[in-house]
């Protein structure tokens, strides 16, 4: 399903649905430190439901299955959904194709939801008034992002450079850690509970690197094959001489907890 914000790529639409194969195969790059910290504050723990809004290939629930949380994943793009159902084979993962905004679950279904890499594509109105609806009071919402650092790490500077010669239009690029953010729009719903913020250096390899590229939102989910595979090219050419086959690319990784106002219900 092709979405577009004004905001976002100078209104250009994009759909992650096109990017599924190289989502299924290359975008389980969370580190263990952030799937930990859900669990060390409670957000994902044995017996709580919990629904991953904007699921992708179903990475959190696939990698949190071993908690004893029982999961749910939603995601708008069809072909998304359906590899997470493959990938998630043999585990007691549920998964819907449905927009965050309205789900078709019952009320008060969830004690947990978690938003990783998605939150800015969702109408910050009506998706925190449909966890109103769908969560226990005191449930807990968290926000996860992770982007690369282009200011402080070489392989990220040139890999932006890079996008933004084949799609000048992507606004994807250039970001620099700030002060962790409330959830604005759900003020009045919600209260920050924790924040936590650190720099990781992840590992890639050139073939790794290339896929979680060819991936993201300025390549295979908005621009025609030929023209990502000419940035391919380049990008293995200049990975080669710069990097080696191995290296790392340093990260920013954010996690904000807010709790539903409310006495917890369970």
């Not at 859900?38 to 017996?47: C, D, F, K």
């Not at 991953?52 to 959190?60: E, H, P």
């Amino acid at each position: 399903m092709e979405l577009s914000f004004d905001t976002v790529d100078h209104g250009n639409g994009f759909d992650f649905g096109r990017a599924a194969a190289d989502y299924a195969k290359y975008r389980d790059i969370y580190p263990a430190s952030l799937y930990r910290k859900l669990e060390e504050t409670g957000a994902v723990r044995a017996g709580l439901r919990v629904l991953d809004a904007g699921t992708g290939t179903g990475v959190l629930p696939r990698a949190m299955y071993g908690t004893g949380a029982r999961f749910t994943g939603i995601d708008l793009s069809p072909e998304q959904i359906e590899a997470a159902r493959a990938l998630s084979a043999g585990k007691a993962i549920e998964y819907r194709v449905s927009p965050a905004e309205s789900t078709p679950f019952p009320a008060r279904s969830f004690d947990t939801v978690t938003a990783c890499q998605c939150i800015r594509y969702f109408d910050p109105e009506r998706f925190s008034a449909e966890l109103a609806r769908i969560m226990v009071p005191g449930g807990l919402l968290a926000v996860v992002h992770m982007n690369w650092l282009p200011h402080e790490d070489p392989v990220a500077r040139m890999s932006e450079e890079l996008i933004l010669a084949c799609n000048p239009a992507w606004t994807g690029g250039g970001f620099r850690p700030s002060p962790l953010r409330e959830y604005g729009p759900a003020k009045e719903r919600f209260t920050r509970q924790a924040a936590f913020a650190w720099r990781e250096a992840l590992p890639f390899s050139i073939d790794s690197w290339a896929g979680r590229l060819r991936s993201c939102r300025g390549l295979g989910a908005s621009l025609p094959p030929e023209r990502v595979a000419a940035f391919e090219r380049q990008l293995r050419t200049r990975l080669a001489g710069e990097a080696g086959e191995r290296f790392t690319v340093l990260h920013y990784v954010e996690i904000e907890l807010h709790r539903l106002n409310g006495v917890r219900g369970l």
